[in-house]
């Protein structure tokens, strides 16, 4: 097929259909690293400013508008080393007019706020909350803020993003996000591959019109264009659609992030491929975990190892379902790659539960009527609305454990800011029982997070008809943050909500 059939073809239905485009045509690219532009207070000072750009996500297809950090989506990639502080001056150069549908119906969105507004988050950064975005603090084109991020965490892939209330989904979905990496000399000491053998992986689903502008759906009603999630045809890889990567038959590092807005990933290898986790959210785990197949949800990461040597002349897939999202192409070359993947990367020491001060059942839930799924939304965290007061309010330096009961038929990804955690356990529950008369029974025994799932996390999958109890040690800084569900959609449509950490008195 043509270029000038296929966009008839695809025009016919007015949305694009990747898979009548060729596949591996368009190399990957890797967002640039950023650099400093001077220094402030003793430390390096970025600036990222928000644009309006176009970039191609694939040969055959015209250049598509999207929103980015100085002339790229996603984002430069910012390198930062533990004990490090530095400053990012977050400019919004963005124009006065959304190019996506905005709700006004949704808390935060109304008639009179300005459609154009953004406020960056680090997503899983130590940070003080004066820099942490509040959603509520957004700023309008023309004007910056300066965020302070003292790195005193340990390495770990980090990101950061829009948080703007009530549009977070739009701002992300037009491309504003990129990576963070916090490097320190534990992970120095491990001999990982680096440089050019080292590769961030970002991921995210998106719906195009056939000449290639992206596609966010509205509902049939006009007065809540909102949709409760997006799921979009294409998956691109580093902002490309079905691209390839030439590499070497020896081991790669990749840095996974999830950033769709609803989809979760099964990720797996063609050829029985495996790939050896090493990483997840805050860091690395205390031993790699060999899989054949990779969980990733929104807002997650994993740092993981592939091991092409075995593969020399071969071409290797990376598969979501069955859906192709990307190629391998192993040279036929040889290539030195001594270093083994070691067997301990770091010790983890356990958070005992009896260190916990207080334990917070928070439901996952809708207020509406189940009999009516058209009522069933909003999903809200504990039944409160963004807009009531605080009710989680945890003191510094102390431990707690929330327990959170999920009475939908989604699982989310619950994030907390500021923090990291660890993962107890996932148990079923009968949810009738619960919703009827508040009762917790539980119908067989706790399931202990997956073995990728035991290290550090600030993310965690709440699935359908589990209680999944997390324990946090609430540390670095008091002040307002938020917890929320990183299905974005859901975060917009009040499944978030502030919490606060006090100081002891
Ligand atoms: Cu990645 Cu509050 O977000
Ligand atoms: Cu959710």
């Known amino acids: 097929m043509t270029r000038r059939e296929f966009l008839q073809t695809s025009l016919a239905s007015g949305i694009l259909v990747p898979s009548r485009l060729p596949k591996f045509v368009d190399r990957l690219t ?4 950023a650099r400093s532009v001077g220094m402030k207070s003793d430390a390096p000072l970025y600036r990222l400013a928000m644009r309006q750009i176009e970039r191609k996500i694939h040969r055959d297809l015209p250049p598509t508008r999207m929103w980015g950090f100085g002339s790229t989506s996603p984002g430069p990639t910012i390198e930062a080393r533990r004990g490090e502080p530095l400053f990012v001056e977050w400019a919004n150069e963005l124009p006065n007019k959304h190019f996506l549908p905005i709700d006004h119906s949704i808390h935060g969105a109304g008639p009179g706020i300005p459609d154009v507004r953004t406020i960056i988050h680090l997503h899983g950064g130590r940070v003080p909350p004066e820099s942490d975005g509040y959603p509520e603090n957004w700023y309008t084109p023309g004007k910056s803020v300066v965020s302070f991020y003292p790195n005193q965490q340990d390495g770990a892939t980090l990101w950061y993003h829009d948080h703007a209330m009530g549009i977070t989904r739009l701002n992300m979905f037009a491309g504003l996000f990129g990576l963070y990496l916090v490097r320190d000399e534990g992970e120095d000491a491990l001999d990982l591959p680096k440089g050019k053998y080292e590769v961030p992986l970002i991921l995210y689903d998106r719906s195009f019109h056939a000449d290639g502008q992206l596609y966010y759906p509205v509902s049939a009603d006009p007065a809540k264009p909102w949709v409760s999630e997006f799921f979009g045809e294409a998956i691109l890889a580093n902002g490309t659609l079905f691209p390839f990567v030439d590499v070497e ?3 790669y590092r990749f840095r996974l992030l999830n950033a769709s807005n609803s989809r979760f990933y099964y990720l797996t290898l063609s050829g029985k491929q495996t790939l050896c986790q090493i990483g997840s959210d805050q860091g690395l785990l205390s031993a790699p975990v060999e899989l054949q197949r990779l969980t990733l949800a929104p807002g997650e990461r994993a740092d993981i190892i592939v091991d092409f040597r075995e593969r020399r002349g071969q071409k290797i897939w990376l598969q979501n379902d069955r859906y192709t999202i990307l190629e391998f192409r192993v ?24 260190d916990a001060v207080r334990t917070r059942l928070l439901t996952l839930e809708s207020p ?23 009710t989680e309010n945890p003191t510094l330096d102390t431990v707690e454990i929330w327990s959170l009961i999920n009475l939908t038929e989604d699982s989310h990804p619950i994030h907390l800011h500021l923090v990291r955690f660890q993962i107890l356990d996932r148990r079923p529950f009968d949810v009738f029982t619960y919703l009827n008369d508040r009762q917790l029974r539980y119908t067989a025994e706790a399931i202990p997070p997956d073995a990728n799932e035991a290290g550090w996390k600030d993310t965690v999958r709440a699935d359908p008809g589990m209680v999944t109890r997390i324990i946090i040690h609430f540390e670095g800084f008091s002040g307002r943050y938020v917890w929320h569900c990183h299905v974005l959609e859901h975060e917009d449509y009040e499944m978030m909500r502030p919490y606060e950490v006090v100081r002891p008195h």
């Open 30 to 33: 890797i967002p640039p690293l």
């Open 249 to 251: 038959p020896r081991k």
């Open 331 to 354: 040279s036929d070359t040889s290539s030195v790659d001594a270093a083994a993947i070691p067997r301990r990367l770091r010790t983890i020491q356990k958070t005992a539960e009896k």
């Open 368 to 390: 509406g009527d189940p009999d009516d799924p058209s009522m069933l939304e909003p999903m809200l965290l504990n039944g409160a609305y963004w807009h009531e007061p605080v």
